[in-house]
């Protein structure tokens, strides 16, 4: 069980907009600390996809968006593209445990 | 370029030591942490440690405390997860990543992994 709490999966046709939600709780994103989102394909290395809540790196098309209210942070995808199919991660801080925490992973299906 | 090479795939029996490698390139290898992080096969990612290569620091999850060590070798500016004894369970893809420091950061770039299997 993951301290940050992800569907196992949402799906969308092409074109379409999806969101992927990150609920956590007052010790993680509700004290504050940021999330961050990855996106992983199969049998490759996670990549950074957003960074401090809503802050994308160069290279990432601005039709990905993250957002943060309360204790849950969403990540958006607008124009849905095949490359898109791929799994998400969100990960933050957690004070009780004392260290960083990921989410249990989104699988995006394109239809 | 920033960049983390990690060391091979290994096959290992049960009880048996390992120590895996992330070598970094194109930034100064002393000012950002490493961590690693665990995949089991078909699961999610586990934040296991990290450590600052400018003077070891180092911290473990609850989780992996005891369970593994985390070093750096800074002449070589690499960074390295070991064993001590291997259990089928530890069978898993490991990635090392570069990380800021500090509660709110986040890992980036990551090395391209390797795949640990421990069977008998």
């Known amino acids: 069980q993951s301290v940050l709490t992800q569907p196992p999966s949402v799906s969308g046709a092409p074109g379409q907009r999806v969101t992927i939600s990150c609920t956590g709780s007052?010790?993680?994103?509700?004290?504050?600390?940021?999330v961050h989102w990855y996106k992983q394909f199969p049998g490759t290395a996670p990549k950074l996809l957003i960074y401090g809540n809503s802050n994308r790196p160069s290279g990432v098309p601005d039709r990905f968006s993250g957002s943060k209210s309360g204790t849950s942070a969403s990540l958006a995808i607008t124009g849905l593209q095949a490359e898109d199919e791929a799994d998400y991660y969100c990960?933050?801080?957690?004070?009780?445990?004392?260290?960083?925490?990921f989410g249990g992973g989104t699988k995006l299906t394109v239809l | 370029e920033v960049q983390l090479v990690q060391s091979g795939a290994e096959v290992k029996k049960p009880g048996e030591s390992l120590k895996i490698s992330c070598q970094g390139s194109?930034?100064?290898?002393?000012?950002?942490?490493i961590g690693w992080v665990r995949q089991m096969p078909g699961k999610g990612l586990e934040w296991m440690g990290i450590?600052?290569?400018?003077?070891?620091?180092?911290r473990y999850s609850p989780s992996f405390q005891g369970q593994v060590t985390i070093s750096v070798d800074r002449s070589i500016s690499t960074a390295y997860l070991q064993w001590s004894s291997l259990k089928a369970s530890d069978t898993a893809m490991y990635y090392c990543?570069?990380?800021?420091?500090?509660?709110?950061?986040?890992?980036?770039?990551w090395g391209q992994g390797t795949l640990v299997t421990v069977s008998s």
């Open positions: 007052s010790s993680n994103i509700g004290a504050h600390y940021n």
């Open positions: 450590i600052y290569p400018g003077d070891s620091d180092t």
């Open positions: 990543a570069t990380f800021s420091g500090g509660t709110d950061n986040w890992f980036d770039p």
């Open positions: 990960q933050s801080y957690d004070t009780s445990l004392s260290g960083w925490v």
């Open positions: 194109g930034y100064t290898f002393t000012n950002y942490w």
